[in-house]
């Protein structure tokens, strides 16, 4: 027999099981409706859930899938949802998870930490592969990797959060990744919004916002131990956005600054970048042997401030003063090269001060570039060289947009290859 819905069941009732004011009602009857009843009713010792009828109460709550039609479908989406083995490696944090034992587990999303802290720590240690994962919301909390949760290859995935606070990341860490995909970090005390100090291997920072709103902080500030990466990250900054960061890699990356906005940063490369300061240098001194490709700076004074170990090369970057000198160069010991660079000032265009002293072997080099002076200003103004300069600058296939003449011997230090004076040039519009 076919199971049957009420409305058949009871009609068939009705006519097996009359009032039986006549005995119209037989064992044959009788087991009609008896028979139907069991095939149509739950047995909870021989049927499955595919054999119960669904209707969602909430339609929304099983998106995308849509309503299931019967109890196994429903179950069927719930087992796909939660899954069968949480990772050991991977610990979630919400806004509204909880650090209490049995309330959080590590592996399990709908068991999220109410804390990076208690989800970096319920994580296995020093090469551990793990993820810590936000789920979205906003946080007021600092992320600290220090020696007692040291980790290895470990990934911070803070994608699409506000964090108000700040990452620290220790020595005895290595190979960390921080995805700050459509996120803003915003740190209001004068220490770094983020500070990586890793040991060895590849550190990396993705995208997002971070912000320091101290006047005495730093966006970012890391050591000399480990290479560290940073890829389409925008940085704004009250004081500095990058302070100490050394052997750091900065990829198509913004850099906005009230102050200076990149100071001792050593053996560091730029590629893309646009570094900005509102009122003071783009590129102040003690920037040491840093290689910038395809970047725009620009100061709000002078677009390079470079009285101390100015050493560097420089590709195809628009370098600009807005209110004072396109570059000061100071003590540069070792090679200062440009190559193919539109160099601006409002003022003079390159200033050398007098504390300039390089090895005999050492020149400054600018190469293909235009170069533009404001009005009343020079080309290069030069002062007096120290005794101890015994380098020189060479000037190679450059145009001025006004004349100019080196210091005359035996003070010269500029020497000119195919130089071009265009009086009146207009400067680059960037």
Same mark, same amino acid.
């Given at each position: 027999?076919?199971?049957?819905?009420?409305?058949?069941?009871?009609?068939?009732?009705?006519?097996?099981?009359?009032?039986?004011?006549?005995? !119209?009602?037989?064992?044959?009857?009788?087991?009609?409706?008896?028979?139907?009843?069991?095939?149509?009713? *739950?047995?909870?010792?021989?049927?499955?859930?595919?054999?119960?009828?669904?209707?969602?109460?909430? #339609?929304?709550?099983?998106?995308?899938?849509?309503?299931? #039609?019967?109890?196994?479908?429903?179950? /069927?989406?719930?087992?796909?949802?939660?899954?069968? @083995?949480?990772?050991?490696?991977?610990?979630?944090?919400?806004?509204?998870?909880?650090?209490?034992?049995?309330?959080?587990?590590?592996?399990?999303?709908?068991?999220?930490?109410?804390? *990076?802290?208690?989800?970096?720590?319920?994580?296995?240690?020093?090469?551990?592969?793990?993820?810590?994962?936000?789920?979205?919301?906003?946080?007021? !909390?600092?992320?600290?990797?220090?020696?007692?949760?040291?980790?290895?290859?470990?990934?911070?995935?803070?994608?699409?959060?506000?964090?108000?606070?700040?990452?620290?990341?220790?020595?005895?860490?290595?190979?960390?990744?921080?995805?700050?995909?459509?996120?803003?970090?915003?740190?209001?005390?004068?220490? #770094?919004?983020?500070?990586?100090?890793?040991?060895?291997?590849?550190?990396?920072?993705?995208?997002?916002?971070?912000? +320091? @709103?101290?006047?005495?902080?730093?966006?970012?500030?890391?050591?000399?131990?480990?290479?560290?990466?940073?890829?389409?990250? =925008?940085? %704004?900054?009250?004081?500095?956005?990058?302070?100490?960061?050394?052997?750091?890699?900065?990829?198509?990356? /913004?850099?906005?600054?009230?102050?200076?906005?990149?100071?001792?940063?050593?053996?560091?490369? *730029?590629?893309?970048?646009?570094?900005?300061?509102?009122?003071?240098?783009?590129?102040?001194?003690?920037?040491?042997?840093?290689?910038?490709?395809?970047?725009?700076?620009?100061?709000?004074?002078?677009?390079?401030?470079?009285?101390?170990?100015?050493?560097?090369?420089?590709?195809?970057?628009?370098? !600009?003063?807005?209110?004072?000198?396109?570059?000061?160069?100071?003590?540069?010991? +070792?090679?200062?090269?440009?190559?193919?660079?539109?160099?601006?000032?409002?003022?003079?265009?390159?200033?050398?001060?007098?504390?300039?002293?390089?090895?005999?072997?050492?020149?400054?080099?600018? !190469?293909?570039?235009?170069?533009?002076?404001?009005?009343?200003?020079?080309?290069?103004?030069?002062?007096?060289?120290?005794?101890?300069?015994?380098?020189?600058?060479?000037?190679?296939?450059?145009?001025?947009?006004?004349? *100019?003449?080196?210091?005359?011997?035996?003070?010269? =230090?500029?020497?000119?290859?195919?130089?071009? %004076?265009?009086?009146?040039?207009?400067?680059?519009? =960037?």
């Amino acid at each position: 027999m076919a199971q049957e819905t009420r409305a058949q069941l009871y009609t068939k009732i009705l006519a097996n099981l009359p009032d039986n004011t006549t005995e !119209q009602i037989t064992p044959a009857t009788d087991r009609a409706v008896e028979d139907a009843e069991v095939e149509s009713c *739950f047995n909870l010792l021989d049927d499955d859930a595919t054999k119960v009828n669904y209707s969602p109460t909430t #339609s929304a709550d099983w998106s995308p899938e849509g309503d299931p #039609s019967e109890v196994g479908e429903g179950l /069927d989406i719930l087992a796909a949802r939660t899954g069968k @083995n949480p990772s050991d490696n991977i610990a979630y944090v919400s806004t509204t998870g909880s650090d209490v034992s049995g309330l959080s587990e590590v592996g399990n999303p709908l068991k999220p930490f109410a804390t *990076f802290a208690a989800a970096l720590n319920a994580l296995p240690n020093t090469s551990s592969n793990c993820i810590v994962k936000a789920l979205g919301g906003d946080y007021t !909390q600092d992320i600290v990797l220090n020696s007692g949760t040291a980790k290895s290859k470990c990934a911070l995935v803070l994608e699409g959060v506000t964090i108000t606070g700040r990452i620290s990341i220790s020595s005895g860490n290595s190979d960390i990744s921080i995805f700050l995909n459509g996120s803003t970090i915003t740190n209001s005390v004068t220490t #770094s919004t983020i500070s990586i100090s890793c040991g060895s291997g590849n550190n990396f920072i993705y995208g997002g916002t971070v912000i +320091n @709103n101290n006047a005495g902080g730093k966006c970012l500030e890391g050591s000399n131990a480990g290479v560290k990466n940073v890829i389409g990250t =925008k940085f %704004e900054a009250q004081l500095n956005c990058l302070v100490n960061c050394e052997t750091f890699n900065f990829v198509k990356c /913004d850099f906005n600054s009230q102050s200076i906005c990149i100071s001792r940063t050593n053996n560091s490369e *730029f590629y893309g970048c646009n570094i900005i300061s509102a009122t003071n240098n783009g590129f102040r001194s003690e920037n040491t042997s840093c290689k910038l490709y395809n970047c725009f700076i620009q100061g709000g004074t002078n677009g390079i401030q470079g009285e101390n170990s100015l050493v560097g090369y420089f590709n195809n970057c628009f370098i !600009q003063g807005l209110n004072g000198l396109c570059m000061r160069i100071g003590n540069s010991p +070792n090679e200062l090269f440009f190559k193919d660079c539109d160099l601006i000032g409002s003022s003079d265009c390159i200033e050398y001060s007098n504390n300039v002293s390089r090895l005999a072997t050492t020149n400054h080099i600018f !190469q293909n570039c235009k170069m533009y002076a404001g009005a009343g200003g020079d080309i290069f103004n030069e002062g007096n060289y120290a005794s101890t300069d015994l380098g020189n600058t060479q000037v190679i296939n450059c145009v001025y947009n006004k004349a *100019f003449s080196p210091t005359t011997a035996p003070l010269q =230090k500029i020497f000119e290859y195919n130089k071009v %004076e265009i009086a009146g040039l207009q400067e680059p519009l =960037k």
